[in-house]
Each structure stands twice: as C-alpha cells, then as structure tokens.
C-alpha cells in the first residue's frame, strides 16, 4: 500500500546541510500496526512526517497505492493528507478555541461532508473515543489525555486508511496512555497504524511490526506478526476518505465561528478596521473636499452662484403659477423657492455719494417686515424712500453706523452696471443686528455682503422691476425711425418718474431731434422684449429734457447720470415689465444632493439650470492639475493606509498561524485558508463599516453632535457609501490575499514549528 525506495531527507540551514534519514526503503500493508523506535535525532519523526505528506523528500521514491509522489506539488500532497493521512500529534494540534464537538466537526467541514449527516457522525466517533460528556467543552479545558482522545476521534472522523501518530503518549500518565495504545490496537484490525514512540515496551503488547532507526537509517525492521496486508496485494480494497472539499456554505460557517471565537482577537481586528474604515472616509470626504473648495471665479450671467441655488422655469416659457410653485415645494431637499430670484443677482452698494462720500456699503435687498423687532435704533420704514439696514456686528457697516444714520439721503445703486435701482433717494430710518442664521446665511453667500438693506413692498416692487428691465431689450418706433436699446447695457435705458403723467414718455434731445418737426405730442412706440415675453406701448412724448430744464421737470440735478434715458410713469413702468414670473430659483437643503435635486424637477416638467455650473473658476487649466494631484495624493494615503493595516493585522493574526497551520495539517487547502481568512476580515470588516456608517447617520440626525463627523457626513452621499463600501471590501479582501500567501510559503510542518 505505502512503499519507500531510497527515498533521503536533508535539511539546510546556514549553509549547511544535514540529513533527516538516508535511503531508506520500507513496505507498508493495511491491517499493520508498526512502532518505530531510536534515539532522538535518529529520524524517526522526520520519517513519519515525510510518510504523512507534511515534509517534502529529496531523493528516492515514496509509492502510495503504486502512484509515485516525487512530484507531488502542494496541491497535490493536500489531497494526499485529505485522502489517506489520520494525523495524531504528541502535542495534540488541537483548535484550543474550539470544542471537543468543533475539533472533530472540523475534519468532516474540510472533507466536504454535507451539513445534515455531520452531528450524528460527530457524536459516534466522539462516543467511541469515550468523550461523551466532554462534547460542549473547549479544547484548552481537557486533560492531555482527553486532548489526545480527541486528536484519534479526529483522526478517526475522516475515515482514512492510514493512521500515523508521532509520540501520542509521550506527554501522558500511566494510565492515559495505556487507554490510548489500547484505542490505536483497535483501530488497526482495518488501517494501517503507524506510530513513533521512545517507550517500546508501553507499545509491545499490540504491535505487528517494530523499526528501529539509528543515525538516520533503517537498523531493524522486525515484524512480529503477520497481517492479512503482509500476505498479499491487498491495495485495490483500500477506500480512501473523502476529499471533496469545503462547500460554500461549511466555509461561510468556519469564517463566522472563527470571527467570534477568540474574544480579545475579534475586538482588536475590529478596532484596526474601525480605524481603517473612519481614516479611509475622511481621506475620501477630505479629497471630496478639496474638489469642491473654489479657488475664486466669475459668472457673466448671475452674481449668486451659491451651490445650493437651482433656477427653473416652465418646458413651454409661460408664466409660472402657483400651482407650479406648490409641486416644486414638495419635492424632497427643497428648502424654499425664490419667485422673484432676479432679485438673487442684485448686489448693491449703498452710499451717500458715489463721488466723494463717507461710506459705501455692499448690501443685499430684503424686505422689511421680515426684520421686524430687530431694530435697535429708529423705526420701520412707512414711506417708498425709507429703508432699515440690518447689520452684522463687529463689521464695517457697524463702523460706519453712526454716519449713516445721519445721513439726510442715500443712493442705492446696482453694483455690476452703476446705475440707480430706485427713482427716489433714501433715508435710512433705523438699524438692528442679523440674527446668527441671518449672519449664517449671508456667509455662506459667495459675495461679500455687509449689510441686509430693508425696504417696503412698495419698494421691493419697484427694485424687481428695476432688476427685470436690465434683463430686457427695446426697440423704439419714432418719426420713422427704430432705435434699439438695451437697458443692460445703458441704452436708452427706461426710468420710472411720478413727474411723468401716465400715457406720455419724456425724452432726450437726441431722441426729439429724429422728428423734423417739434416731437411734443408726437406718437412713440416702446416694445419690450424678454426671453419670455414681448410688450408694446404706443406713448404720447410729453415733453424734452436737457440739462436746463431737468430739475423742473423731473427734479433731478444729476444730468450726466439720466442722460439718454427714457421717463415713463410707474404705473406704465409696471404695464411695460410686470408680466407675472417667468423664472424662478429654489434653494435646497443639501447642497450635495443638487444634481438629483435638479433631476427630480425636471422630471415634474420644468427646465433646470444649477447655477454654480457656470460658474468660472479662475484657476483654470490648474484646477486640473490640482485635481489630479489630489488623485494622486488620495491614492498615496489609500496604499499607506493598506500596508500599516496589513502590518497591524499580521501581527494580530500570528496567533492564529497555528490555526492555519494544524488545518492544512489536517488536508485544508492554500484556497481553503484564504476564503477561511477572507471569511474572516470581511465579517470583521462589515461589523466596523456598518459601526461607522451607523455613526454617520447618527451625526446626520443630529443625535451625535460632533463637528468633524458633521463635515464628514456634509460631503458623502448615497453613491459615496456604496464606494467606499467596494473600495473597503477590496482592501480586505486583498489584506486577507496577502496574509494567506505568507502562510504558503512554507511547508504544513515548517509552519507549524516555527509557532510552536
């Protein structure tokens, strides 16, 4: 059945060579029990370990049911120990974690044995062996005698036709040893059973055949009794244990029970994944981060360019209602929606005098009565010309409070094209101080605003106004000539005046001078065109300004500033621009999510613009570079942050070297130990996640208030967690990768000495 040919055994270490055993040739048959004896360092243990596939050979031949194994890889000497080899050690190799029932389960898991058929079998062996009682107690709680009787059970579990143990009474008393031989004798009616021992006389009574090495050889091979294997060929009734493997399912339980198994190992392993899980998410928000931070920009088109900001209007251009706004209100991440959000793109500056004044305020339009006991000097604002300015404290509108409020008027002007927002000149009535979410809110602005300036409705009205007619075109149809105009651009710009009397239009010299005749009374058609609509007026020209005669007619002084407009009454002013809302903005609670906030209205029917998309950064082609080194960077950390991982964890896991080690002993396979170990860190590595992402969205309820976890949250979004979750699973599954190829290395043997 087992034959050796000259098969030798040598070892190097340092440069030198020494020999295990020498030529030794040797014929095994089922139904032997044979005892090799010698001295220590005679090569009996080597021999035993070569015999049972743990150590390799260098010369000779070594036949096992007539099939050579010299070129055995370690794949195949694995299916050799799982098929043929029962291993009982002196030192037991036992899974101290496990119990009795686990120890011996484990040998059946390995052979592939199906789940349903495993506890019965479990439970006869561990029976037979006489451990009945000791079925639920760990392995580090047995007497060396019971630990031996479970190294046989295990050995038995597996059904192979050949038994070698190496000293199995070397660390027992009397007694225990006696039960053992006398359980091994049994055992060898229908196995061969081969066992090293330095106490011959305990193995006397029962042995068939008695080897005795000496200096590395065969001295005596004496057989003392004939067997029915020595007789004849007896190879072809030998059956062979089963050796199918671990199923998916044995190993998914291995890797779980090994997780939990070993308390103070799964919290540590559990705290490196903490840490790798919480440093691989704030190097991935950090970088998210850094993405995100402007560097300064422009937009031609819109000065608020806030991320959170999204505009919207109508697939048709009509007129928004407020059946729109109510649907659009509903959809999730919409904080508030800005009708008038032309009124958004307004920055002005507040002044006494743009030329040579005291103060120049950049403010923000607001309406009064929102403001409403915040004032901490004056009053509301009752009339068209009055306004409050609610202020930030500490800043410089504070400063210059004082001279504010003693100012007898202020212009307010538009600070992109210059011009007046307003027909009259103001007077600041009162002040008070921004709440700290007013003051929130206007930081997080892009544009530095100092000041909120509160007006009334009327007023209000009256800027927006203002605000759509620089949005618009006009073209003028007098005395047979078109003109066109474009108050953006300060053509012929429009101008509201109460001086005005409805239906008539003031104009300048120039324009009058188009008629050959006097231009007073004469027709003049004004069409107003927007992107959403189109209107037309036909006014009577009331009279022509100059210089002159400004003052008396629309009591202005200021004829360089006004020269060139167009003065119409109010209320043609609002007939002319006041259509209803065309465009509109919301805001969103998290500016993370714009995009699919974005999509979501769009899916309701509406066109969508997020706004901080045009926005220009002034970085320009370095922005690329710099988003490319922050790449770089991320991938650099990710690679420091595996391998200080892998070290911490290799060092954690050493301790389980003996695990692996004593199953791969037993016939586990290099792909065996890796899923086992994959196993293993994965359920470890899901436990630290879901710990993490737990944390995070108790941060992002507010339950936990902590602000670093906070801006972590701030930054990731659901496509965020899923990859981080691939990224993490794949650093563990590589970490588990890399150990397991450490293991392979060496021979089953080697690995285990080196632990032991």
Known sequence: MLRLERVSKFYSSGGLVSTGFNKIDLNFEMGEFVAITGESGSGKSTLLNVISGLDSFEEGEMYIMGQPTSGFSKEDLEEYRKKYIGNIFQTFHLINSYTVYQNVELVLLMSGYDKSEIPERVREIIAKVGLSSYEKTKASKLSGGQKQRVAIARALAKETPIIVADEPTGNLDSKSAAEIIELLHQLSKDKLI?????????????????????????????????????????????????????????????????TFNIPAKFFLLLTVFLFLCMSVISQYTSFKNMGDMDTGGYNYYFMDTDRNRILFTKEDRSELTEDDYEKIGKIDNVERIIKNDLMLDLITDVSDDFENGDFYITSKIEEAK????????????????????????????????????????????????????????????????????????????????????????????????????????????????????????????????????????????????????SAVGKTLKLINKSLYFESEINFSVGAVYNQSNLKTLLESENFEEVSGSLFINPKDYAALFDKGNFQSSVRVKDDKLTKETAAEIEKAGYHTFCVHDGYVSYAGGFGVILTTFYTIMLAAVLIVLFFITYFIIKLILKSRNIYFSTIRMLGASKENCSSLLKVELFAVFNIAYFICMGLLALVKLEVVKVAYLQQLVSFLSIGDVVILYVVLCLMSVLLAGRYARQLFKKTAMNAYKEEV
């Not at 004849?232 to 199918?244: I, P, R």
């Open 194 to 258: 081969i066992i090293v021992t330095h106490n011959y006389e305990q193995v006397e009574p029962y042995v068939t055949r008695k080897i005795t090495m000496h200096d590395g050889k065969v001295a005596e091979d004496k057989r003392i009794a004939v067997t029915i294997g020595s007789c004849g060929d007896a190879e072809e009734s030998v059956e062979t244990a089963k050796a199918d493997g671990l199923t998916l399912g044995s190993m998914g339980r291995l890797g779980v029970r090994n």
């Open 370 to 517: 929102v403001m409403e006991g915040q004032l901490v000097e004056g009053r509301m604002p009752k009339s068209y010309n009055e306004a409050v300015l609610m202020i930030p404290g500490g800043g410089y509108a504070e400063a210059v409070i004082d001279m504010v409020m003693k100012a007898d008027k202020v212009d307010v002007r538009n600070q992109n094209t210059g011009s007046s927002i307003l027909r009259k000149k103001m007077k600041i009535v009162g002040y008070g101080y921004l709440t700290k979410e007013q003051q929130e809110t206007l930081d997080e602005s892009d544009i530095l605003y100092e000041a909120l300036y509160c007006v009334g409705e009327e007023t209000l009205d009256d800027i927006r106004l203002t605000v759509l007619e620089h949005q618009c075109s006009q073209e003028i149809v007098f005395a047979d000539n078109i003109l066109s105009g474009d108050s953006g651009a300060g053509v012929l710009p429009i101008k509201a005046s109460d001086k005005v009397p409805k239906g008539e239009i003031y104009v300048p010299a120039d324009i009058a001078a188009l008629s050959t005749e």
